[in-house]
């Protein structure tokens, strides 16, 4: 990879520069509270952080949060995201409470070396998302006036092509932040040679999100192992009836056509949880798979399930996970889940957790982070890149 890195940049010598940072500290917000309930992204950006501040640089960090619609949403304000990073990194974090204006310009101009800022979250200007190459480059202008050299340390947002990620590199002197290229080193590892048997767990919701990325594995894949939501679908595709349970009928078709051209590498569930409704407290049974009640949804897969996804884990020399096994934030749904997450820091494996649901989901249960691999900071970003496709923000940095 020709990617000038971090260290590149701090032999220059960054003392009293401006670096303008792309982090991806959009996490997850506690819905009623507003709290942040899943630190992990703000961590995994303090490596990068940590050492432009000891080398004297003056740092403006920017970042989005969930998708606000190109004009100010205060629900979707960095602010506290600012606090959490100031206690995380030990300085003050000084806030500019809109992303290149008036409050922006002078945070960024008082700035003393060794200081960092957080600018107010991108999409509250439509210029970061435009399709319309001009209205971001016009952004893009902006926000390149704030650093003399930029770095992305993004990895969740590589795969878009919006004005942080890929217009301003195109305008400053650009390198990848240390989160970006342990992300690439930990990925490509599996995409070159992974170690065999090679076993992937998908969940989630949607087949329609995860098609692209089940087409590009199969043929590399020794098992493919599928629950979550999307599990439904491919019931469905064997002929077997889903009750009320999520089914994207229009996915059915390509669900038998996967499953005939899979050469038996997939492996779906034979039981699940049903429940009379999505509910945390809604009454539930295991049920075998072709007994499902018309009535009912499933919410988790079942313990013969898990038994034999592990079975097929313990095998494994290479894991990649994706997607929860059911609705693991209500207590009732989260046994498939976390028997898989076990099941996976049992092997003796090289790991990678993508997703910041999955990721999420290991934290949220309790569970060793060092148990696993690697915990990939992009959802999106980490299947694009399984998928093979071109992500927009590594190929900026390459130019
Ligand atoms: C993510 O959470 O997947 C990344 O932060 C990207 O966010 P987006 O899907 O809203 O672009
Ligand atoms: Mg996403």
């Given at each position: ?39 992990g ?35 979707f ?54 399709k ?34 890929y ?22 590892k ?92 809604a ?11 018309s ?34 934030e ?6 498939g ?36 691999g ?20 590594i ?5």
């Open positions: 990879m020709s990617i000038r890195t971090l260290d590149d940049l701090l032999a220059e010598g960054v003392s009293g520069r401006r670096v303008l940072v792309r982090a991806d500290l959009n996490v997850p917000l506690d819905k009623q509270t507003g709290a942040i309930s899943d630190d992204r703000i961590r995994a950006v303090l490596p990068t952080l940590g050492a432009l501040v000891e080398a004297g640089a003056k740092v403006v960090v920017c970042s989005h949060l969930g998708r606000p619609k190109g004009t100010p949403d205060p629900q304000s960095l602010s506290p995201v600012a606090a959490r990073l100031g206690e995380l990194l030990g300085a003050p974090v000084r806030f500019a409470t809109d992303t290149v204006g008036d409050s922006a310009r002078s945070t960024v101009a008082d700035l003393a070396d060794g200081q960092v800022a957080l600018l107010e979250n991108l999409r509250f200007n439509a210029g970061e998302t435009s319309d190459e001009a209205e971001r480059g016009a952004f893009a202008d902006q926000l390149a006036a704030f650093g003399d050299a930029y770095v992305d340390d993004a990895f969740g947002a590589v795969h878009r092509k919006h004005a942080s990620v217009d301003v590199p195109a305008r400053l002197p650009h390198v990848a932040g240390r989160l970006v290229l342990r992300e690439v080193e930990v990925l490509s599996l995409t070159s040679e992974p170690e065999r048997p090679y076993v992937v767990v998908l969940g989630g919701s949607k087949v329609s999100d995860k098609l692209a990325v089940i087409e590009a594995l199969l043929p590399t894949v020794d098992r493919l192992l599928i629950g979550g939501g999307m599990c439904f679908t491919f019931l469905k595709a064997q002929g077997l009836e889903v009750g009320t349970s999520l089914l994207e009928k229009d996915m059915v078709e390509t669900c038998r056509n996967l499953l005939e051209r899979s050469e038996g590498k997939i492996m779906l569930p034979v039981d699940v949880v049903v429940a009379d409704a999505f509910a945390p407290d009454a539930h049974d295991t049920v075998r798979v072709d007994g499902i009640p009535h009912r949804l499933g919410l988790d897969v079942g313990p013969e399930t898990v038994a034999g996804f592990a079975a097929a884990l313990s095998q494994a020399k290479t894991i990649f996970w994706n997607g929860p096994m059911g609705v693991f209500m207590a009732a749904f989260a046994a889940t976390r028997g898989i997450a076990e099941a996976i820091t049992k092997a003796d494996a090289f790991s990678v957790v993508g997703g910041g649901d999955s990721a999420a989901a290991v934290r949220a249960l309790g569970l060793d982070e060092s148990s696993f690697h915990i990939s900071t992009g959802g999106g970003a980490s299947l694009e890149y399984l998928e093979g496709k071109t992500l927009p923000g190929a900026a940095l390459e130019n």
